[in-house]
């Protein structure tokens, strides 16, 4: 990996958007075709509220790949026709024209999340500020997922049995990155749609353990070996 390439990731980690910019237009000279960078120059404009040139981005990377899931994702989401995982809600955030209130909090209704077993460090270093994830419900357990379907982390069992209890009722959650730092990774979730049944419950609350990561860093379980195999019926179970 180049130097030039690499400060362009950090910058992106560490939330600064529009040197993030500059720094993957001056990698695009150098590689008009490099996907991966167009895609980490689409998501941060998307990230500033300039959703139509992370649009004609995303479409530049799907004349390169028809089928890539990252840009095919984004575009579904900037123009609000995604609609899986209904239980998840997947559109952009009006928040996300503005960095700082990226990951403004909600008493009950947000919550930051240091995942528990996470994946390999090459794994997670592709991973952005503010890129939104999927979350996947298998028996009692909540993964986490990233724009190509890896695995990235679990959340935390306490976290997991609440919040499954909650989806299965009807309400709905957004998660995305909120900070890398060697193999801990950190989510933001958000509340984004509360049934009535649970009307007066909020999501989260102050006494719930969110810092369970493994001692021995990551560690692939059954769990995880079989995420890929998971069939929707599970997930809905």
Request: aromatic fraction near 6%; hydrophobic fraction near 35%.
């Amino acid at each position: 990996m180049t130097p030039l390439k690499t400060q362009a990731i950090q910058t992106a980690l560490t939330g600064d958007w529009k040197t993030a910019i500059s720094l993957n237009q001056e990698l695009l000279k150098e590689n008009p075709s490099d996907i991966e960078t167009l895609n980490r120059l689409a998501f941060a404009f998307s990230v500033l509220g300039k959703a139509k040139s992370a649009k004609a981005i995303y479409q530049k990377v799907l004349e390169l790949d028809i089928q890539n899931p990252i840009a095919l994702k984004n575009l579904r989401r900037l123009s609000g026709t995604d609609k899986k995982n209904n239980n998840f809600s997947t559109q952009t955030p009006n928040l996300a024209q503005q960095t700082d209130t990226m990951f403004l909090e909600e008493s009950g209704k947000t919550k930051v999340i240091e995942l528990n077993n996470v994946a390999e460090p090459k794994i997670i270093s592709h991973l952005m500020t503010g890129e939104f994830l999927t979350l996947r419900i298998k028996r009692s357990k909540i993964f986490v997922l990233d724009g190509k379907e890896k695995y990235i982390g679990m959340l935390p069992e306490d976290i997991s049995r609440r919040l499954i209890k909650f989806i299965k009722g009807g309400n709905c959650y957004q998660a995305c990155v909120k900070s890398i730092q060697n193999r801990h990774v950190s989510i933001f979730v958000r509340e984004t749609k509360r049934c009535t049944r649970f009307k007066f419950q909020p999501s989260f609350t102050s006494g719930e353990k969110v810092k369970v990561i493994s001692s021995k860093g990551y560690q692939p379980s059954k769990d995880h070996e079989d995420n890929q195999e998971e069939s929707e019926s599970e997930e809905e179970s």
